[in-house]
């Protein structure tokens, strides 16, 4: 399976970004598709997921970001409004064909954030 992100970029605080992920070559249906991101010397940590409709959000992107998916493409989308410095970071998109993303998810290679004036 390969999912690729797209989307990142430069940003000043209160922007907007929009990042897409395409995922291809499964075989199985990817259930669970979501959102982490790794900034500066921190750990990988969960910014969103989708699974079968449900969302699930970082308590410090509820209200901000916003999760989507289109099956028919096999895309998953990562709305981020009002953006933070500390939203800087890069951002992986993940899939699984669990109803969460487990120990053998899929990742994609990461898109870069900055959010910077």
């Known amino acids: 399976v390969q999912l690729q992100a797209s989307g990142g970029g430069l940003v000043q605080p209160g922007g907007d970004l929009r990042l897409s992920c395409a995922a291809s070559g499964s075989r199985f249906r990817l259930n669970t598709m979501g959102w982490y991101r790794q900034g500066p010397g921190e750990q990988r940590e969960l910014v969103a997921t989708i699974s079968s409709g449900r969302r699930n959000y970082a308590e410090s992107v509820k209200g901000r970001f916003t999760i989507s998916r289109d099956n028919a493409k096999n895309m998953v989308y990562l709305q981020m409004n009002n953006l933070k410095p500390e939203d800087t970071a890069i951002y992986y998109c993940?899939?699984?064909?669990?109803?969460?993303?487990?120990?053998?998810?899929?990742w994609g290679q990461g898109t870069l954030v900055t959010v910077s004036s």
């Open positions: 993940a899939a699984d064909v669990r109803g969460f993303i487990s120990g053998n998810a899929f």
